[in-house]
């Protein structure tokens, strides 16, 4: 008797498993075969070097389960940045490791890292990233069907030009400079008496190699991987004006029909790659390591470092645009992100 009941025990709870394995089994299938992630720059870019970090390690986390393909360029959206994010939230895009200068136009609130002469330096836009003001973002992100897991990092931008030297804001007095698709950057280059002439990353470069514009501003891992030196850009000045943070996000629904334990497994990648990814971007430009700056130097281009006072010239005529854009952000988002950077350590 004992051992019939213990077979029917046993066959009650074959019954129970049974139908959680296939419902296990269910669940893995309806995970697509691969995912796309969407980048602006490939490797060797740092940008890219995070995305395909986060791809691999997510490969990794998950045994094989979630697969992932990157498509840099912004090539999801014919190149165009700044459709990059309503592609994402309605899943044409699965995943993206996303620049907050090219989803302000969606986002004003991401605008802010775009506030000329904010953040003075690299502990600032961590007390920003890192803190209450970077979750109030992430929270607001996620209202807008996609799930933010990690802070990366394009860098602080810097300006360089074909002509000359810039030192003071009449240096820049005429010069076309290439800027990205934001209302921000125009109003910001045109205060400094500039020809601000947007264009998408992918156009930037051969405008820059045929004179079509004079200048661009970007990171210097960028000004170093797309061989800017070559391009005529052979005045570079550290200005430090702006920085633009990157977001690694998934597409809500995409986030959805995954398992916790791959959702979880997603999040711990993404912060992973990030960190890796920020410590890549800003290798060589420290003033422990400046071996990037001396690697430019060495290409021919003549690198101008502005003094405080200098610095602050260019901040006097760009603050009507600061004060401008803080209503658009919201003014009560600024004096936090103000806050936070005066309490730096």
Known sequence: ???????????????????????????????????????????????????????????????????????????????????????????????????????????????????????????????????????????????????????????????????????TPADLKGLKIRVVGSPLYLDTFTALGANPTQMSWADAQPALSTGAVDGQENPLAIFVAAKLATLGQKNLTLWGYVADPLIFVVNKEVWASWSKEDQEAVRAAAVQAATEEVAISRKGITAEDDSLLKDITAQGVEVVRLTPEEQKAFQTATQPVFDKWSKQIGPDLVKAAQTAIAARK
């Open 1 to 167: 008797m004992k051992s019939l009941k213990a077979l029917l025990a046993g066959f009650a709870l074959a019954a129970l498993t049974v139908p959680a394995l296939v419902a296990g089994a269910a669940d893995a299938a309806d995970y697509k075969a691969e995912y796309k992630l969407s980048t602006v720059l490939g490797k060797p870019f740092p940008w890219g070097i995070g995305g395909d970090r986060w791809a691999e390690l997510v490969k990794e986390k998950t045994g094989g389960r979630i697969t992932i393909k990157m498509y840099p360029g912004t090539s999801l959206v014919n190149g165009d940045q700044t459709k990059e994010f309503t592609a994402l939230r309605q899943g044409t895009i699965d995943m993206a490791v996303g620049s907050t200068i090219n989803w302000s136009p969606q986002v004003k609130e991401l605008n802010l890292f775009s506030l000329p002469f904010l953040m003075p330096d690299h502990k600032a836009l961590d007390a920003l990233t890192q803190g209450e003001v970077g979750k109030k973002l992430f929270d607001l992100l996620s209202t807008k069907d996609v799930v933010p897991l990690a802070w990366g990092e394009n860098g602080f931008r810097e300006i360089s030009n074909s002509k000359h030297p810039i030192r």
